[in-house]
């Protein structure tokens, strides 16, 4: 193999695999980029952990075609140090050298033989959506999935696919996120999946970084998406989603609209004296005003008042801290609906839009025990 490739297009596609590449593989290729020069002038590149499939291509200047697998994070280490401008590469028995104005590694190759087959997909797309509001709704519900708890088995996001609609949901049990988005759909049938959240984590990295249409795939039990020349196939779990339209609340009466960025500093100043095991804080609801307060045992007390425009009944409900700063974090809005029911009941917050807005974003949280 001898090609000569663009510096910054490689180190494009290397950056967005390396979330795919495990850092202590049980397999020594799977810590491997594969590369494969084609006569047509393209350099194709593939990476996978046996669970999430990565496939791309890039033009390249092809002297000898051939293939190879090289340690794909000390190649994009060396890459990303590298002047820009033209990079060539050259196989010269089981090393691949690499030359860039004075600059030469020698880096050390696997037969491209050992390097696993990426799954292939079959038929014709499920839906067809933007880049960009793919990645907006994959960003509202991941973090609400759960990534260290072992006893809770989600583990992913779900993907349900309506009449021209994508709904996205995450839950880990103690708060959960609902996305929608109007999409192209080829098909008639209602479908969901649940995906992953590591691949939902390389969905949305891909999906930030294209700017086009996403064609989504369902074959053989695995996930495809497909945008531009860049692939991303994924394992999808088994059907254990709870049926999250159980958990949204209804009757929630108490309403208000209140500053984003005064509720986050509200937040955050008062949760400092929370207890650290369970981040507890209260909201208190009277007319005119929000009140947060939280309480340690062995550190004190906090509270803050917050003027609201509300008449209606008074309340107080718990809450951990981090769970609304998590929603915060993706709100995206000046202002937030807040809107709650009984004093036991869930919690319900919504991004405040203006009317031509037609994204649909819920979060609820689950409320706690303030005795």
Not at 238 to 264: H, M, S, W
Not at 299 to 318: H, K
Request: with cysteine.
């Amino acid at each position: 193999m001898k090609i000569t490739v663009d510096q910054s297009n490689f180190l494009r596609e290397l950056s967005l695999l390396q979330g795919i590449i495990e850092r202590k593989a049980t397999l020594p290729i799977l810590s491997n980029v594969m590369l494969v020069a084609e006569e047509e002038g393209r350099l194709r590149i593939a990476a996978t952990d046996l669970e999430i499939g990565f496939r791309s291509s890039i033009p390249a200047t092809v002297e000898i075609p051939g293939a190879t697998t090289v340690h794909a994070r000390r190649l994009h280490d060396i890459l990303r140090r590298l002047p820009s401008g033209n990079v060539g590469f050259h196989q010269k028995g089981t090393d691949l050298h690499l030359n860039c104005e004075r600059i030469r590694y020698r880096l050390a190759t696997q037969e491209p033989d050992l390097f696993p087959s990426l799954r292939e997909k079959e038929g014709t797309p499920v839906a067809q959506i933007d880049a960009a509001p793919l990645a907006d709704m994959i960003k509202r519900v991941l973090f609400a999935i759960t990534s260290d708890d072992p006893r809770y088995s989600i583990g992913g996001a779900l993907f349900e696919f309506g009449d021209d609609l994508l709904t996205l949901v995450g839950t880990d049990g103690h708060r959960l996120a609902v996305s929608r988005r109007s999409v192209h759909r080829t098909g008639s049938e209602k479908e969901s999946w649940v995906v992953p959240r590591k691949a939902s984590s390389e969905l949305l990295k891909l999906a930030s970084d294209h700017e086009g249409d996403v064609f989504l795939w369902s074959s053989g039990g695995s996930l495809f998406a497909q945008m531009g020349e860049r692939e991303i196939s994924s394992s999808l779990q088994e059907q254990k989603f709870p049926d999250y339209n159980r958990v949204l609340p209804e009757g929630n009466d108490k309403n208000i609209e209140i500053e984003t960025t005064a509720l986050r500093s509200a937040i955050e100043r008062v949760a400092v004296l929370s207890q650290e095991h369970t981040r507890l804080i209260k909201l208190e609801l009277e007319e005119g005003l929000m009140r947060l307060s939280s309480s340690h045992q062995q550190l004190g007390e906090a509270q803050e008042e917050i003027a609201v425009d509300y008449a209606g009944e008074s309340i107080a409900i718990g809450f951990n801290a981090q769970y609304l700063l998590d929603f915060i974090a993706v709100a995206g809005t000046e202002k937030v609906l807040v809107s709650l029911g009984k004093e036991m009941g869930q919690g319900l917050f919504q991004p405040v839009r203006t009317e031509d807005d037609a994204r649909k974003d819920t979060y609820i949280v689950m409320p706690m025990a303030l005795s």
